[in-house]
């Protein structure tokens, strides 16, 4: 496996490259830095680029003999989607059909992408299968959404092989302590309260308590970030085995709503954390489960982190070691 990863100096992307890596594969991580770290990518071949460039692309390609791609460079804050929709369409759209072009152009058809639980919008059916509808409530899921098709297209007619994973909320970060989540700004609801825990931020604020849940406040299912790397390295495998194109969720099958989250900070820190209601943010489902049932059974996907607490620990290490991030 020659393997190019784009974003693979952001958050999600670099607990992947580090799992591939220590599995002995050869990998090239390629990531313009927008949003990622260059600390975040501890060994192996980095290239600083952009998917835009596909003169480079093409040329790290050859040089590398990469025979696929696994791809995480896009934007995706949803908010800013709904502001600067332009910003979104053209990185997570235009962009991934540049790439998609080079790839072709250069006999490389193997791809992972990454996807969302944003593509379903407001789900009709809980814990989601992957088959429900895909409505999504905003342009993030909406480019996602609109990538997935195309290479369902590319798949039939230009003989593309991909797997698109539908991620619900990463989180947590490696035992190491080392590499971990680096937003800026962060939306994330764990790593605000982590914020909140070491006095970066004054009080977290849990934007509604008035949804139709246990405690009126959103549900979401949490999933550990190398539970995510693990995943793609499976769906890589599977397309190198000459499987098919396919879409898998990827989440713990279990909801934790905003409170039980700030609860397990708690316990897991030792530190009270100052609560603030505020209104709803706009386009939150109140619940988002995933059932991950396909993942585990056609490619044998288990998540090794199952209790919220112990994920919420390991990010806990991380943002205390690094309360500046990777500053
Ligand atoms: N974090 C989540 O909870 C979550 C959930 C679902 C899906 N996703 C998706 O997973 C992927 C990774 O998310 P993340 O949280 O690690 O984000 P991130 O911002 O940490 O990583 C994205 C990386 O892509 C790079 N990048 C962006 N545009 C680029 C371009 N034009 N050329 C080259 N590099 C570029 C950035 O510099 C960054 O390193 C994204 O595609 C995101 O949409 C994330
Ligand atoms: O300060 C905060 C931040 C978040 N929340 C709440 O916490 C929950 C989780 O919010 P996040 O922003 O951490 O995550 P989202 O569920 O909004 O979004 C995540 O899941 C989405 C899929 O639904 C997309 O994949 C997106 O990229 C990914 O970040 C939501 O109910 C949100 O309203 C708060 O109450 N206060």
Redesign the pocket.
Known sequence: MNVLV????????SHTVRLLQSMGKNVVV???????HRDAVKQGTFVK????DSELLEDTIKRYSIDSVVH?????LVGESMEKPEKYYK?NVM?TLNLLDVMIKNDVKKMVF?????VYGEPERIPITEDISKNPTNI?GKT?LIMENAMEDYSKILGLKYIALR????CGADEGGDIGED?NPES?LIPLVLKTCLGIRDSIKIFGEDYPTEDGTCVRDYIHVNDLAQAHYLALKALYEGKDSNVYNLGNGNGFSVKEIINSAEKVTGITIKKEVTGRRAGDPAVLIASSEKIAKELGWKPEYTNIEDIIATAWKWHKNHPEGYK
């Open positions: 784009t974003g693979g100096a952001g958050y999600i992307g390629y990531d313009n830095l927008s949003t990622g680029g952009d998917i835009f995480f460079a896009a934007f995706s990185n962009g990454s996807s969302t639980a944003a993030y996602k991620y619900f909320n990463a937003h994330h």
